[in-house]
């Protein structure tokens, strides 16, 4: 099982970035409820903490504290589409060299669901709460490229 002490501290931090760096990019997407989706993606890190057990390696990450590097995200003109790629990529290519495939699983999976719960926690569109959408199309785009940015999908 793999563990955040088979990382470097690098590693780590680009690897713990990943979730954040998704639900950032679905909140980029739809400006608007900001706090609302922060909130959501706190809730989805502390589901998985109630969830211990199933990975270590996923236990570990969530009882990291959730955090992107600042100074990359909000530099004037900073493309966030492009920066989430580059970070998430990034993870991927050090959990393919050092975690198993169920680990890596468990991770897009936790990826996944911290961006769609960013992209659930409020309506877009609509008026006074009225109509709008659920997810819109923007955030759509963006569950889609993070989704193709993790690669294949989980197995199961």
Do not use: C
């Not at 990450?61 to 589409?81: E, H, T």
């Not at 769609?116 to 963006?142: N, P, R, T, Y």
């Amino acid at each position: 099982m793999t563990k955040k002490a088979d990382f470097n501290a690098e590693e780590w931090s680009v690897v713990v970035e990943g979730p954040v760096f998704a639900g950032m990019r679905v909140i980029a997407a739809d400006r608007g409820g900001t706090i609302r989706e922060s909130i959501a993606m706190g809730k989805v890190y502390t589901e998985a903490r109630e969830q211990q057990g199933a990975s270590e390696l996923l236990d570990d990450l969530v009882n990291s504290q959730p955090s992107i590097d600042r100074s990359r995200a909000q530099q004037p003109g900073a493309d966030i589409p492009a920066l989430t790629k580059e970070r998430l990529g990034a993870a991927m290519q050090i959990l393919e060299q050092k975690a198993t495939t169920e680990e890596i699983d468990a991770y897009k999976k936790f990826v996944m669901t911290v961006a769609q719960a960013a992209a659930g926690a409020h309506k877009e569109g609509g008026f006074l709460g009225i109509g709008g959408k659920k997810v819109s199309e923007d955030e759509e785009k963006a569950l889609d490229e993070i989704s193709l940015t993790l690669g294949s999908p989980p197995a199961g």
